[in-house]
């Protein structure tokens, strides 16, 4: 199979190197890349506007690729699935039109109302007085969403009565605001693969999701994330296909919508019982990097049967026993901003060190021919070990050899697991 792999991120250098590594796959190309996926075996990149449905069909039409997977949100949004679907060639990513359970949150808690999927409690709002009225229901911790896409950032919780105002006052000025009861308890995030159909659930992994250590400040696209989770309780994987994830995608087919792709179940474990904290309609970043690390079986024919419309025939996927631990290294200034022009070292000492891999996201090279960042977050570096312990000492290992001047990263990721 030959596969063309759309975005730029860590999650998509996870994807290339998963794919190249698969015995199914005979070539992958990466359209743009990064420096990270330009170095793969078997494996190259193209330039491409990822948010132009015709330029990305008519990529995968030159190159014949056998399968399109699209790795970011903004592609699938913008109708890129669509497109490659038109020309006939099989997609792993959703339609625009289900990919809303993604890009509009006020469709994704109509979804949830209707096929009975549990979640926080919501009002949408357009005016402040709305959201005040929301806010005074449901009472403090608050929680501000952005009706858009924001890539993980549009989201305020705080005690903070003015800074919750202040944040829905941002949103009102192009959106409109949803405003939702506060959940309690530890979050996961399921991803399950749908062929429009049938779900097949890939194992549960955390995200960190706030900037800084003892989740405290502002929240970003993730800082860190671990597989498996031996905390969690029994059975959970299934109860969330069965409450979750399969509702959701009878309604969406219900609706004329079908969900080809990959359902990102973000849950909170609260003391009420399982809720849904939001749907994504793609592989999360980081906690891809974690998932694909564990998985045996081969990604392409899993992600090729659920482009087809075939997940029930798929073999049950095999996973790994052994942990997986991400460290993300992030740029000097983010989340508010990203310092581009640093110059990353020690990548080649942090690689060689065992289990552990570096993956890249806003890397670039200059015109020196130093690796240098480029965006948000810059690097994963992802570590595997017969356990949680050891596969973060790993990983830790990995990003103390690495050094990015003013560069950020959490020291409790997986810690005291
Ligand atoms: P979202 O973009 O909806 O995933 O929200 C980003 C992050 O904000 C989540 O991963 C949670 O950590 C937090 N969050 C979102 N909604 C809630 C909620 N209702 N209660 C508590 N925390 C939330
Ligand atoms: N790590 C959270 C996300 O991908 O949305």
Redesign the pocket.
Known sequence: MKILVIGSGAREHALARALALDPATSAVVVAPGNPGTARLDSTENTPVDAEDPDAVAALAQRIGADLVVVGPEAPLVAGVADAVRAVGIPVFGPDAAAARIEGS?AFAKEIMAAAAVPT?MAHVCTTLIEVEAAMDSFGA?Y?I?DDGL?A?K??V?TEHRTAALAHAQACLDHASVVV?????GP?VSLFCLADGRTVVPLAPAQ?F??LLDGDDGP?TGGMGAYSPLDWAPEGLTEQVVERVALPAVRELANRGTPFVGLLYC?L?LTSRGLRV??FNARFGDPETQVVLARLQSSLATALHAAATGSLHELPPLRWSEDAAVTVVLASHGYPASARRGDVISGLEAAEAIPDVHVLHAGTATNEAGELVTAGGRVLSVTATGTDIPAARAAAYAGVDAIAIPGGQHRTDIAAGL
Request: glycine share 12%; no cysteine; charged share 40%.
């Open positions: 949150k926080a911790p929680v969403k924001a993980g549009g989201v919780v939702e009861e506060y959940l309690d979050e995200d999701k706030r929240n973000g909170a904290i939001e």
